[in-house]
């Protein structure tokens, strides 16, 4: 399989500018094109930038603050984004440590390239990356995938948990809707759990429109039809028929 750089969309992260001017020079002279070179200064920025617009793989820093780039392809991978969960995400770091080494195998990284970063490791990581079989499209499976930071902790934890207090506390009604009448960034109700019995999402968290679109994709391999959502007394509907 061959790679197009000439089409290819590419996204740099770092907080260093000149590590993001490195970067892609070496990719124009691998012949990207200058309008399809995206840079953020941060995970917080990347995250807004993945959302905004398509992006073909991902050249991240490791060490960022508050959101490293772990955290960024944990988001990523878990669906957050408006981009494929399985998309290509290669590491950029000085000195990768052998515990953020092991956090990225989790999440399906697809490589290190060592800063300052040299053209030809840019390019043969990035043709690999490339044509390397993709990880199954599974945004549910790497939530327990902890990166250790204190955004993972307050994302994926306090903030599930307080909204699932919450959901007591209010007395919301719940309602069991369909997969296609649940409209994304409903607050699950109920613990979500796929046919064999295995958590998919905590209650409290917020469904996301990848996530909705997988299990309406995959029904023989999540077997979810109907999803508990929390919701105000004016926000039911009635689920469409079933037919």
């Known amino acids: 399989m061959t790679v197009d750089f000439s089409r290819l969309r590419v996204l740099i992260v770092d907080d260093q500018m000149l590590v993001r001017t490195l970067v892609a020079q070496a990719l124009r002279t691998m ?28 050249l991240c820093d490791v060490q960022m603050e508050p959101m490293n780039g772990l955290d ?17 995400f290669v590491f950029l770091s000085g000195h990768p440590e052998k515990s953020n080494i092991v956090i990225a195998a989790q999440l399906h990284a697809d490589g290190f390239i060592i800063k300052p970063p040299k053209p030809a490791d840019m390019e043969k990581t990035l043709r690999l990356a490339l044509t390397r079989p993709r990880p199954d499209i ?33 007395n919301k009604p719940v309602q069991r809707l369909r997969l296609d009448a649940v409209k994304p960034g409903s607050r699950l109700a109920r613990d979500l759990y796929n046919k064999t019995g295995q958590l998919l999402l905590l209650r409290g968290s917020e469904i996301t429109r990848t996530q ?23 926000d039911i509907i009635t689920p469409p028929p079933t037919v």
């Open 138 to 170: 599974d945004p549910f499976s790497y939530y327990k995938i902890a990166t250790g930071t204190a955004f993972d902790r307050h994302v994926f934890g306090e903030l599930v948990a307080q909204a699932s207090l919450l959901l007591d506390e209010d």
């Open 212 to 234: 909705l679109r997988v299990l309406r994709q995959f029904p023989d391999r999540f077997g979810v039809g109907e999803i508990d959502i929390s919701c105000e007394l004016d």
């Open 72 to 88: 960024v392809l944990k988001d990523l991978r878990c669906g957050r984004t408006n981009n494929p969960p399985n998309l290509p």
């Open 31 to 58: 012949g990207v094109a200058p309008e399809n070179l995206s840079q953020a200064v941060d995970g917080s920025f990347a995250k807004r930038t993945l959302e905004a617009k398509p992006i073909d793989i991902v």
